[in-house]
């Protein structure tokens, strides 16, 4: 447990996919084909809580859904990548773009889709209800499943570590 803690540490990013982990992975279809998904508000805190305190936060996701976008944005979150069939690509752009270095960005996914960009970074994790070759490769498994609160358990844990999580800095309103 000590070197998943000492790796929190360092966490300077966090990269979500988001159905199955900002959503429970469920898409609900109306009768004139408009899809929508569900977002976990506790979730929905943490993320606009780590952009507040200066964290990188991006989203990489093979979905098109304006909806997530949207969603995404209203919590400050302005990296979002959408249909990003090869999410390893994006990912390599993306840190070039803002000059992270790997060892220092937490990627929480849950799904095959995945499995290439967890291995490139410092800290890969995932929520309860992942794929069990995610989970193997996985530094910590939340106990929360997708969209039921496993972005605020790695996000609250990380601010922790840091000193961040009800901090001065994170409540100057």
Same mark, same amino acid.
């Given at each position: 447990?000590?070197?998943?803690?000492?790796?929190?540490?360092?966490?300077?990013?966090?990269?979500?996919?988001?159905?199955?982990?900002?959503?429970?992975?469920?898409?609900?279809?109306?009768?004139?084909?408009?899809?929508?998904?569900?977002?976990?508000?506790?979730?929905?805190?943490?993320?606009?809580?780590?952009?507040?305190?200066?964290?990188?936060?991006?989203? %990489? $996701?093979?979905?098109? @859904?304006?909806? *997530?976008?949207?969603?995404?944005?209203?919590?400050? &979150?302005?990296?979002?990548?959408?249909?990003?069939?090869?999410?390893?690509?994006?990912?390599?752009?993306?840190?070039?773009?803002?000059?992270?270095?790997?060892?220092?960005?937490?990627?929480?996914?849950?799904?095959?889709?995945?499995?290439?960009?967890?291995?490139?970074?410092?800290?890969?994790?995932?929520?309860?209800?992942?794929?069990?070759?995610?989970?193997? %490769? $996985?530094?910590?498994? @939340?106990?929360? *499943?997708?969209?039921?609160?496993?972005?605020?358990? &790695?996000?609250?844990?990380?601010?922790?570590?840091?000193?961040?999580?009800?901090?001065?800095?994170?409540?100057?309103?």
């Amino acid at each position: 447990m000590e070197s998943f803690l000492t790796k929190l540490k360092d966490i300077t990013t966090f990269i979500f996919d988001v159905d199955g982990v900002l959503t429970d992975g469920s898409i609900f279809v109306t009768e004139t084909g408009v899809q929508s998904r569900a977002f976990n508000i506790k979730d929905g805190y943490a993320l606009q809580l780590a952009v507040k305190c200066g964290y990188n936060v991006a989203a %990489i $996701s093979g979905s098109r @859904s304006k909806s *997530a976008l949207f969603r995404l944005n209203s919590l400050g &979150i302005n990296d979002v990548y959408l249909g990003a069939h090869t999410k390893s690509e994006r990912f390599k752009i993306y840190i070039e773009e803002k000059s992270i270095n790997p060892s220092n960005i937490l990627y929480m996914a849950d799904d095959i889709p995945d499995l290439a960009v967890m291995k490139l970074v410092g800290l890969p994790v995932c929520p309860a209800d992942a794929a069990e070759e995610i989970k193997t %490769i $996985s530094a910590y498994v @939340s106990p929360y *499943a997708g969209g039921k609160g496993c972005a605020r358990d &790695i996000i609250e844990k990380v601010m922790k570590v840091q000193g961040k999580w009800m901090s001065a800095e994170a409540y100057s309103w």
